[in-house]
């Protein structure tokens, strides 16, 4: 694989940075030729012009599924270079159809922006990791950890939220949240998942990880630091995003910090359930249909209103669907058991919230995740997929 040099256009509005991608395995699909990040014109004296690290980031793991070399043609960090064959070694050992590839530099370090970067970005998708994240350092005691910007990007799969209407929907909903804490939203988009797409990389287990970090690297004057919430909790699974692989991620002049996973979801839903801006922008859905409405039928959805309404919270919430009696008190909906849990890693969210559920006593809520965890070990569980197979999980879309 050969990574060309960057070209810059220039428009009233944005600027586009691309590089052509040369592929050396045969037989491909219909791939893109060409990797390309857009950034507002606003932004160009934060970011390098020349810089290959966010593509160097965004191909890497089609690389390694291929098995080819990268050969880079211009500037890239060598701290980045380094992290990289880290990350490689972890993501081999867990995907061993992730194979390691070598890379071959040909150029000095990047250019300097124009700007010197003072600020603190926060990547922020309106979700329960994001929200916890930025409650956590919006009240930290240094205050030059405090963000300035939240990182809010266009670069994923052809999911509804991440169509641009809708993605520009939801970013007007959190304009006014951002502002009002005196931060500002940084939103580039990219073509770089229709490279993990074409090759059946599932975006939701594998890809995420490794492209949200190049959406940080194409600002080296905005931010010093870059914080991704964590998506685990308490434990560790195989993952695009862990604690032990996004640090290693950053360069010289930008750090990537993986935060939270040292609070279990029960934990950061408690958490978040205080904080009121959340109660009309929260959206934990996998669906996503609405730009702030969650489906309410989806199983980060479920998790998500279980332990509300466990918390006695879920009524603060205009983001979740919900009926109530006569009395005021939430009913919890008609569902189908056999449908809500399908993997190990939602398992064992599952688990987590009926343990609480018991604790506060509510036994219907802890009744029917019981019987979906017994429909999931007895049916499900012995037919699991290859995680990397984005296709074996028809399920999310």
């Given at each position: 694989?050969?990574?060309?040099?960057?070209?810059?256009?220039?428009?009233?509005?944005?600027?586009?940075?691309?590089?052509?991608?040369?592929?050396?395995?045969?037989?491909?699909?219909?791939?893109?030729?060409?990797?390309?990040?857009?950034?507002?014109?606003?932004?160009?004296?934060?970011?390098?012009?020349?810089?290959?690290?966010?593509?160097?980031?965004?191909?890497?793991?089609?690389?390694?599924?291929?098995?080819?070399?990268?050969?880079?043609?211009?500037?890239?960090?060598?701290?980045?270079?380094?992290?990289?064959?880290?990350?490689?070694?972890?993501?081999?050992?867990?995907?061993?159809?992730?194979?390691?590839?070598?890379?071959?530099?040909?150029?000095?370090?990047?250019?300097?922006?124009?700007?010197?970067?003072?600020?603190?970005?926060?990547?922020?998708?309106?979700?329960?990791?994001?929200?916890?994240?930025?409650?956590?350092?919006?009240?930290?005691?240094?205050?030059?950890?405090?963000?300035?910007?939240?990182?809010?990007?266009?670069?994923?799969?052809?999911?509804?939220?991440?169509?641009?209407?809708?993605?520009?929907?939801?970013?007007?909903?959190?304009?006014?949240?951002?502002?009002?804490y005196g931060m500002k939203?940084?939103?580039?988009?990219?073509?770089?998942?229709?490279?993990?797409?074409?090759?059946?990389?599932?975006?939701?287990?594998?890809?995420?990880?490794?492209?949200?970090?190049?959406?940080?690297?194409?600002?080296?004057?905005?931010?010093?630091?870059?914080?991704?919430?964590?998506?685990?909790?308490?434990?560790?699974?195989?993952?695009?995003?862990?604690?032990?692989?996004?640090?290693?991620?950053?360069?010289?002049?930008?750090?990537?910090?993986?935060?939270?996973?040292?609070?279990?979801?029960?934990?950061?839903?408690?958490a978040v359930s205080q904080?009121?801006?959340?109660?009309?922008?929260?959206?934990?859905?996998?669906?996503?249909?609405?730009?702030?409405?969650?489906?309410?039928?989806?199983?980060?959805?479920?998790?998500?209103?279980?332990?509300?309404?466990?918390?006695?919270?879920?009524?603060?919430?205009?983001?979740?669907?919900?009926?109530?009696?006569?009395?005021?008190?939430?009913?919890?909906?008609?569902?189908?058991?056999?449908?809500?849990?399908?993997?190990?890693?939602?398992?064992?969210?599952?688990?987590?919230?009926?343990?609480?559920?018991?604790?506060?006593?509510?036994?219907?809520?802890?009744?029917?995740?019981?019987?979906?965890?017994?429909?999931?070990?007895?049916?499900?569980?012995?037919?699991?997929?290859?995680?990397?197979?984005?296709?074996?999980?028809?399920?999310?879309?």
């Amino acid at each position: 694989m050969i990574l060309s040099p960057v070209k810059k256009q220039v428009t009233d509005s944005h600027i586009l940075l691309s590089s052509q991608i040369t592929f050396q395995t045969p037989s491909l699909p219909s791939m893109p030729d060409t990797l390309w990040f857009k950034v507002a014109r606003e932004h160009e004296p934060y970011i390098s012009e020349n810089s290959l690290n966010p593509f160097l980031l965004a191909m890497l793991f089609p690389a390694m599924l291929l098995g080819e070399p990268i050969q880079i043609m211009g500037p890239v960090s060598l701290e980045l270079l380094e992290g990289v064959y880290s990350v490689q070694h972890h993501f081999n050992s867990w995907f061993p159809e992730l194979k390691k590839v070598t890379i071959l530099p040909d150029g000095d370090e990047p250019a300097l922006p124009n700007k010197i970067a003072t600020g603190q970005g926060v990547c922020f998708s309106g979700g329960l990791d994001s929200f916890y994240s930025l409650k956590c350092y919006l009240d930290h005691p240094n205050p030059r950890l405090r963000p300035t910007h939240l990182l809010t990007a266009l670069i994923g799969p052809p999911l509804p939220w991440q169509r641009e209407e809708m993605f520009l929907q939801m970013l007007a909903h959190y304009l006014p949240f951002a502002h009002n804490y005196g931060m500002k939203i940084v939103s580039p988009s990219s073509n770089a998942c229709d490279f993990s797409e074409k090759l059946n990389l599932w975006w939701g287990h594998i890809a995420h990880g490794v492209i949200t970090a190049a959406a940080a690297h194409l600002y080296p004057g905005l931010w010093q630091r870059v914080v991704i919430p964590s998506s685990h909790y308490g434990f560790f699974y195989p993952f695009g995003s862990t604690p032990f692989t996004d640090p290693l991620l950053g360069s010289d002049m930008i750090q990537l910090v993986n935060h939270g996973s040292s609070h279990t979801r029960v934990d950061k839903t408690l958490a978040v359930s205080q904080w009121e801006p959340t109660y009309s922008l929260l959206n934990v859905c996998a669906r996503r249909p609405h730009p702030v409405m969650n489906c309410g039928q989806c199983e980060k959805c479920w998790r998500t209103m279980f332990t509300l309404l466990c918390a006695g919270a879920l009524e603060r919430y205009t983001t979740f669907p919900y009926q109530t009696n006569q009395r005021g008190e939430i009913l919890l909906p008609h569902w189908d058991p056999t449908s809500l849990i399908h993997n190990d890693v939602q398992a064992i969210h599952q688990t987590e919230v009926l343990e609480f559920a018991k604790r506060c006593h509510q036994h219907q809520v802890a009744t029917a995740i019981s019987q979906a965890l017994d429909h999931y070990h007895q049916n499900i569980r012995h037919q699991q997929p290859t995680p990397a197979n984005r296709e074996t999980y028809s399920w999310m879309r």
